[in-house]
């Protein structure tokens, strides 16, 4: 089955400025397809009648942090009842003969479940997409203790749209990215480089052209340098400490740190970063964001997370160089960077709609969310069982949450020529298209519960159920962001009516109503609407956005 994302730049209207077109069922999908995870058709609906304005508010309205993750079912813990949170609650002292309980494996459980819970819940909101992005983007992976997972994603999802240089000064001391790139052995006399060059390359400037030995557009080789010797001096405690006191903390230790003057190349003025002690590491990343290309490198990485991988030079004079301006003159905020760009022409040409191939998260969260009717059990470990299955899903088709495989984040997001393509392949294709016919014909199992997606309950959600044309056509424009072919509709409808007349459906659907109980009749409609949506959600349009 091809996918017939297009494989030139979208083109149209170049603008950033703000978009002046018709505002339908159309727009509206689009907008909520790529800002939020998988949009209900009674969401898009609301879209319209609120407006352009109005929606963006709603998507960036400012929202509590979510409550912790809790233990769902171990009663191995003795520090951590069954309901409580783990988040601060020490880990056990083991003799050597007992036998090993596992509390890290049931916590690294309990966090992924209730991730992918606050993603299936989130409502109309940009913040989940966001925090998908900066985990991308300060990308981390081996991390053995969940509760230094837990502060990384949750200092991500609290700059979700943020201020950037707040959020890299945040991140340069984050107990977890001083483990990942040893930040914590970083020390003078024995500078460690690996943040120094990760910062520059990968989270703020990007590795530019190379124009010599060891010197590129954006930065040298002496930067990278001088800024560990900079950097040196921060030390993380707490990790897997079975010390109840003794709580997750960066400190500076002021004897392990450089504090002789550190001078940066040219690409950087030829600053000077002078001795600041535990703030010296800030001054660092302001003197980094002086740089033109930091606000230009982040606005591209949005580019590519929003519209398209490819980008033409109009493309990056027209909309990306406007993009770093405005957040340049907000003082690096994202905020109105991102409300400028989501309501700019740009965003809404036509050619800018439905090219981008879903990545894993996105169709297996579009597989259930978008049907509106999924019901979480009731009580805790059959909900954080299901919504741990749900985690699971894009596991098995190269994308795990918590998990990317490269500092540099997932290898679609950068890697050329092919990027987003890099997602489908003769090994995911299959598993995609076998966990959405899996949800709609059987639903998705756990141990002791099961997933599943009402469809009768579903359609009754949609706007003239009774009409098979109308149906069919809410159907695709709900799940796919392109049209569909004439012959496609037509396949599609003899499904609902092999061979019959329009009339039919109307008058088995209505007969369904009036007589529910008739188990019967009630399978025959559940089962041409379980197979239409099946293939529908095979179509190589589903796995586009």
């Known amino acids: 089955m091809p996918i017939t994302a297009p494989l030139s730049p979208p083109g149209g209207n170049l603008s950033l400025e703000p978009y002046t077109g018709e505002w339908t069922y159309t727009q509206a999908a689009h907008l909520l397809r790529r800002a939020m995870f998988a949009p209900t058709h009674a969401q898009i609906k609301a879209a319209v009648a609120k407006g352009l ?20 079912y171990s009663e191995e813990d003795p520090n951590v009842p069954i309901g409580e949170t783990w988040i601060n609650a020490p880990y056990l002292e083991q003799e050597e003969d007992e036998e090993e309980i596992d509390l890290h494996g049931y916590r690294h459980y309990s966090l992924r479940a209730w991730t992918f819970g606050l993603i299936l819940n989130e409502g ?68 460690n480089e690996n943040y120094a060059r990760e910062l520059l390359e990968l989270h703020t400037v990007g590795k530019g052209i190379q124009v010599g030995e060891g010197d590129y557009t954006t930065f040298t080789e ?26 997750i903390e960066v400190y500076y230790d002021a004897e392990r740190h450089d504090t002789t003057s550190k001078q940066l190349s040219p690409r950087f003025n030829n600053a000077t970063i002078n001795d600041g002690g535990a703030d010296e590491y800030k001054q660092v990343v302001d003197i980094v964001f002086q740089h033109p290309q930091a606000a230009r490198y982040i606005c591209t990485k949005l ?3 929003f519209i398209y991988y490819k980008i033409s030079d109009s493309a990056m004079q027209n909309v990306i160089e406007p993009m770093a301006q405005l957040l340049i003159s907000n003082d690096f905020n994202i905020k109105p960077v991102l409300q400028a760009f989501l309501k700019s022409q740009h965003f809404f040409d036509i050619l800018s709609v439905g090219p ?16 509106g009717v999924a019901q979480y059990p009731e009580d805790l470990k059959s909900r954080y069982e299901i919504w741990y299955r749900v985690f699971d899903q894009p596991s098995n088709m190269q994308m795990e949450y ?123 409609i559940e089962d041409k609407l379980r197979q239409l949506l099946r293939t529908i959600l095979n179509l190589p349009e589903f796995f586009l956005s």
């Open 53 to 72: 304005d109005a929606t963006i508010d709603e998507l960036f309205q400012d929202l509590p942090m979510p409550e912790p993750p809790v233990n769902s």
């Open 124 to 191: 109309v909101s940009i913040r989940e997409k966001m925090t998908l992005f900066w985990h991308n983007h300060f990308a981390i992976h081996e991390i053995e203790d969940p509760k230094y997972l837990y502060l990384h994603i949750q200092l991500l999802r609290s700059h979700a749209w943020g201020n950037f240089k707040d959020l890299v000064k945040a991140i340069t001391i984050d107990p977890a990215m001083l483990r990942m790139l040893n930040g914590n052995q970083n020390e003078k006399g024995s500078p």
């Open 222 to 247: 002496q930067d990278v340098v001088e800024i560990a010797r900079a950097l040196t001096g921060w030390r993380d405690r707490g990790h897997s400490t079975t010390d109840p006191m003794q709580q």
């Open 303 to 305: 580019y590519r997370w």
């Open 356 to 371: 981008l191939i879903k990545n894993p998260i996105d169709h297996v969260i579009t597989g259930i969310k978008t049907f």
């Open 402 to 524: 918590f998990r990317p495989p490269e500092v540099a984040g997932w290898k679609v997001f950068y890697q050329a020529p092919a990027y987003y393509r890099l997602w489908i392949n003769a090994s995911t294709l299959p598993i995609r298209m076998n966990f959405t016919n899996t949800l709609i014909l059987e639903g998705l199992a756990g141990e002791d519960v099961r997933l599943e997606i009402d469809v009768l309950k579903f359609v009754k959600t949609l706007d003239d159920p009774y009409d098979p044309n109308k149906l069919i056509e809410n159907l695709a424009k709900l799940f796919c962001p392109h049209s569909l072919t004439a012959n496609q509709m037509k396949i599609l409808k003899e499904i609902l009516l092999p061979g019959l007349p329009d009339q039919v459906w109307g008058v088995e659907f209505t007969e369904y109503e009036a007589n529910p109980t008739d188990l019967e009749q009630r399978m025959v």
